[in-house]
């Protein structure tokens, strides 16, 4: 009984986040996340990258998980192009919140860690920037709709 009861509150919060426009997509591996992130940056700005290209894109976004200090107003990032021209990639449009993509998933979780399958990640055009964990049911189903209604606006990006 406990089970079915923690199945419909997420079944219910899934339902609030693609409410208020997030979709949902499914990962099953490192390379879902990578792939998922170069369909919405190229989406983003309209453009495909040569693999090249892409690849000097995840170096720069790779620096920004890593330094914090350096991610904080990041909305885009100047990359040299394989051709030698630099090309600015927008990551994220703060001035029209809604031309952004949002997504969710379920956390991925490395080999040598327990699969938690109350983790879930939302995403800002294939980029993380928000784990939910939704352990404790009843708390998260009095309070969801506050809260993920605050993740509908992420003006703190």
Do not use: W
Request: glycine share 4%; aromatic share 10%; proline share 1%.
């Amino acid at each position: 009984m406990e089970l079915q009861h923690q199945h419909s509150n997420i079944s219910h919060l899934i339902r609030k986040f693609e409410s208020i426009g997030y979709e949902y997509f499914d990962v099953k591996s490192e390379d879902d996340l990578v792939a998922n992130l170069r369909r919405q940056i190229e989406s983003v700005n309209q453009t495909t990258f040569s693999d090249v290209d892409f690849v000097k894109v995840m170096g720069h976004v790779s620096i920004l998980e890593r330094d914090v200090d350096s991610a904080q107003g990041s909305d885009y990032l100047e990359v040299q192009r394989n051709c030698g021209a630099t090309m600015l990639v927008h990551l994220l449009n703060r001035s029209e919140m809604k031309k952004n993509k949002f997504q969710f998933a379920r956390k991925l979780f490395g080999k040598n860690e327990k699969a938690d399958p109350y983790e879930v990640v939302l995403y800002v055009n294939g980029l993380p920037f928000a784990n939910v964990n939704l352990k404790n049911m009843d708390y998260l189903v009095s309070s969801s709709s506050k809260k993920i209604n605050s993740y509908s606006t992420v003006s703190n990006l």
